[in-house]
């Protein structure tokens, strides 16, 4: 039996809302303010390992910590069929920068698309960037508004 179940990739970015609204219009997903990820989102920042660049903790100002006070920090979005993503506010926050690893991307995002260039026109509509290494053929390398790479894919 599972330990765990329903997990949530969670990212990390100067404004939550943005970059929710970013990738819920990229795969077609509802947005939703606050901790409607199915948990409080008042931990996060401590369960994935503490306190961002500058030693600040990520979760707000939840005193209380019962994380009923929405104060923007976070935001999520959640396809029809249960798959869910949520953005978390960090203080300090630096974009990743590949292919370097002065500060690594540590994670990516692959979405598959029917056809690359109508795709990419799409993600550049919505606020990415066109990434200027490009190492492959099959997929594209963008920039999220944060400045989190990700790839548009053929399969």
């Known amino acids: 039996m599972a330990i765990a179940r329903f997990p949530v990739v969670v990212m990390d970015c100067p404004d939550p809302k943005a970059l929710a609204e970013f990738y819920g219009a990229l ?13 409080d989102g008042a931990d996060t920042a401590d369960s994935a390992g503490g306190d961002n660049a500058d030693g600040d903790n990520a979760d707000g100002d939840d005193a209380d910590g019962d994380g009923g006070e929405d104060d923007g920090s976070w935001w999520s979005i959640r396809a029809d069929y249960g ?5 978390q506010a960090v203080r ?19 979405v598959v698309v029917d056809d690359l260039d109508a795709a990419e026109a799409a993600v550049l509509d919505l606020g990415a960037t066109k990434h200027a290494q490009q190492p492959g053929t099959t997929f594209r390398v963008f920039l999220d508004p944060a400045g989190h790479p990700f790839c548009l894919c053929l399969s």
């Open 27 to 39: 795969l077609g997903w509802e947005v939703q303010p606050g901790g409607s990820d199915g948990g």
């Open 83 to 87: 798959d869910s993503m949520a953005f």
């Open 92 to 110: 300090g926050y630096r974009a990743p920068e590949w292919p370097g690893q002065e500060h690594p991307q540590q994670m990516h995002i692959d």
